[in-house]
Each structure stands twice: as C-alpha cells, then as structure tokens.
C-alpha cells in the first residue's frame, strides 16, 4: 500500500515536472505579441519602419530600432510608453496615421471584464502600454 502511494507521488511529481518545463518552454512573449498586432504593420516586423502599410502612409514610420541612439543612447521609455498610450502627440502620426492605443485597451478591457467589479482597467492598460514599450527597448540596436 505504501509503496503504491509513493509511486503515485513521484509520477504526479515527475508530471508536474515536466508540464513547468514545457509551460516554461512556451512561455508568451505579451510584448512581441503587442508589437505584432498592432505596430508591425507600420514599423515592420524588426521596428526599422518598413512594415507592409508603409506605401500606404503619407510619412514614413519611425525606426524604432534607433530611439536610444538618438537619445544619447538611453532608450526614452516613458516618451514611448506616452506615444503608445496617446499621453504624447507625436506630429509625425498626423491625426489619424496611428491609433491610440491605450484608449483601445480602456475600450476593450471594458468588454472583456465588465462584470468583474473589482477589475481595474487602468492597470489592465497600464500592464499592456508596459508590455509593448518594452518590447521595442529590446528592438534597439547595440
């Protein structure tokens, strides 16, 4: 009996094991997925600004992969995170080049968790302007 338990033990053990090293494996990377949906469009898969809409843009999208050797070589986090939530005009977007994304994430957290009271959408968009600014300080070159 004793020893039909143990080996239960070790197997849930060596289960457990092996589904953290797999759940370790296909770890979700939030801010390339953030990045991927809603800036390579424009700025292009690695951030330089040749993303597939680019032709379609009356002013070519920033190289963001040069944001922190333009500042000194320190990557401006709260502008991006500003330019990403729309606390920051930036007037190369125009007035309708790029969206606003944390009005957007406000939008859908509401939908998404309207019936959880205790949810709070601020920090739900915060997490995600977090998340996608920075993915594009790791898009800077060295």
Known sequence: MKQAKWGRLLLTAALMATTGAAMAADKVDFGKREY?????????????????????????????????????????????????????????????????WGRDYSLAAGERYFDVPYFDTAGYVQARVLALTEYVNRLQVK
Do not use: W
């Open 36 to 100: 991927d949906s809603k800036c390579a469009v424009c700025h292009g898969r690695s951030g330089k600004g040749d993303g597939p809409y680019r032709a379609l843009l009356s002013l070519p999208p920033t190289d963001l992969t040069v944001l922190a050797r333009r500042n000194n070589g320190v990557f401006p986090f709260d502008g991006v995170a500003q330019s990403v939530d729309g606390r920051n005009a930036v007037k190369a977007h125009g007035s309708e080049e790029m969206p606003i």
